[in-house]
């Protein structure tokens, strides 16, 4: 099982950013995929998670509004966005498959700086 995550990248407070999880090793389909952040110095955050198909998902309320996840099943890829950064959403994105009791495999995660 591998979750291959896109690089890091740097936005500017009021845009949006786009991470993926490219999953390989097993069927995508069969696992939810959670998204977890962790700002510099906290502890790991759960932001929700996107069943592949049929794309049913659950987000955490504090991201409810400005965070979107979704799924290519064409290409076993998870992705979220997340629009209206502000400094605050500074973190390391990570994925992982959820397999009900928990997360098994994570992604190395992606840094996300908001900065001007």
């Known amino acids: 099982v591998q979750l291959v995550q896109s690089g890091a990248e740097l936005r500017n407070p009021g845009a949006s950013v786009k991470v993926s999880c490219k999953a390989s090793?097993?069927?995508?389909?069969?696992?939810?995929i959670d998204w977890v952040r962790q700002a510099p110095g906290q502890g790991l955050e759960w932001m929700g998670r996107?069943?592949?198909?049929?794309?049913?998902?659950k987000y955490a309320q504090k991201f409810q509004g400005r965070v979107t996840f979704t799924a290519d099943t064409s290409t076993s890829t998870a992705y979220v966005e997340l629009s209206s950064l502000r400094s605050e959403d500074t973190a390391v994105y990570y994925c992982?498959?959820?397999?009900?009791?928990?997360?098994?495999?994570w992604g190395k995660g992606t840094l996300v700086t908001v900065s001007s």
């Open positions: 090793g097993y069927t995508f389909t069969g696992y939810y």
């Open positions: 992982a498959r959820d397999i009900g009791i928990g997360m098994d495999h």
């Open positions: 996107i069943d592949p198909e049929p794309g049913v998902t």
